[in-house]
């Protein structure tokens, strides 16, 4: 298999999902951030006939009726090494927990990468399964996402997460 892609119809919108031969390279919001190159996503496919991609979409409806936790897929993010180690940190975030960008500048040993850590995390290719919604402002407060501050908002909503039910009230 090569680089390939499909869009994927879901409750959060249609997302641009891409696969590199057999790992997920990319799921991308409707007017997301940071998003591919078009010359980059290879020949779209039917996301229903790609293993891969169907795998994704069985695992998202589960996570977004609350049956899953996390993904279980093989991923493939292209970055430099330290959007890389940001982005393995973000998979160490537990579901329901969020952590604060200085929290994981500090894990890289330097409180002061709080910045380079943000657009690490503002440049994460593959949404929701590398869940860059977990991070949040010093003060707690949920700061941007590419996907949208709604999503944002809705992602840890659905999960649970005690920053969101703090906003609320």
Not at 47 to 68: K, Q, T
Not at 123 to 148: E, F, K, M, W
Request: glycine share 12%.
């Amino acid at each position: 298999m090569t680089r390939r892609h499909a869009t994927l119809p879901t409750a959060l919108g249609d997302l641009l999902v891409v696969a590199n031969d057999g790992a997920l390279a990319g799921v991308y919001f409707p007017d997301h951030w940071h998003p591919p190159a078009p010359g980059t996503l290879g020949a779209e496919g039917d996301a229903a006939r790609d293993p891969l991609i169907a795998r994704f979409a069985a695992e998202l409806d589960e996570y977004l009726d609350g049956r899953r936790t996390a993904f279980d897929l093989p991923l493939a993010p292209v970055g430099d090494d330290f959007q890389q180690a940001v982005w393995r940190m973000l998979r160490d975030i537990p579901y329901g927990q969020t952590v604060t960008y200085g929290e994981l500048a500090a894990r890289l040993g330097d409180r002061n990468l709080a910045r380079r850590v943000g657009n690490a995390v503002g440049r994460n290719p593959i949404s929701i399964v590398v869940p860059c919604h977990r991070v949040v402002g010093a003060d707690g407060s949920l700061t941007g996402y590419a996907g949208g501050f709604e999503r944002k908002h809705r992602l840890l909503e659905l999960e649970g997460a005690a920053v969101v039910q703090r906003r609320l009230f």
